[in-house]
Nanobody, 121 residues
Framework: QVQLVESGGGLVQPGGSLRLSCVAS????????MGWYRQAPGKQRELVATVTHVGSTNYADSVKGRFTISRDNAKNTMYLQMNSLRLEDTAVYYC???????????????WGQGTQVTVSS
């Protein structure tokens, strides 16, 4: 079985930093594009950043220059370095990965359980 395990969320002051991690584990044949999404209370889930399996990245305008997405393919791990955090960054952050399990011929989207990031003074 395949699963995504997130860590790194918590409470931080405005202007502070956090680093989120997402580890894909199980019988994985291929791990392709990955991304971070977030959902604030009363709002729809939105894309934060994506990274392809070869390292190409894209960011939402609201986080450009502050957040950095990266991945370590040898560890099946994706990271989100969040700097200069603002109150409006408060949300549940979700890990997403498009991956092909061993024994399957196609890839499927997988989601982590979400981790809470709270920016407050």
């Amino acid at each position: 079985q395949v699963q995504l395990v997130e860590s790194g969320g918590g409470l931080v002051q405005p202007g502070g930093s956090l680093r989120l991690s997402c580890v894909a584990s199980g019988s994985i044949f291929g791990l392709y594009s990955m991304g971070w999404y977030r959902q604030a209370p009363g709002k729809q889930r939105e894309l934060v950043a994506t990274v392809t399996h070869v390292g190409s990245t894209n960011y939402a305008d609201s986080v450009k220059g502050r957040f950095t997405i990266s991945r370590d393919n040898a560890k099946n791990t994706m990271y989100l370095q969040m700097n200069s955090l603002r109150l409006e960054d408060t949300a549940v952050y979700y890990c997403n990965a498009n991956l092909r399990p061993v024994g399957e011929h196609v890839a499927y989207p997988y989601w982590g359980q979400g981790t809470q990031v709270t920016v407050s003074s």
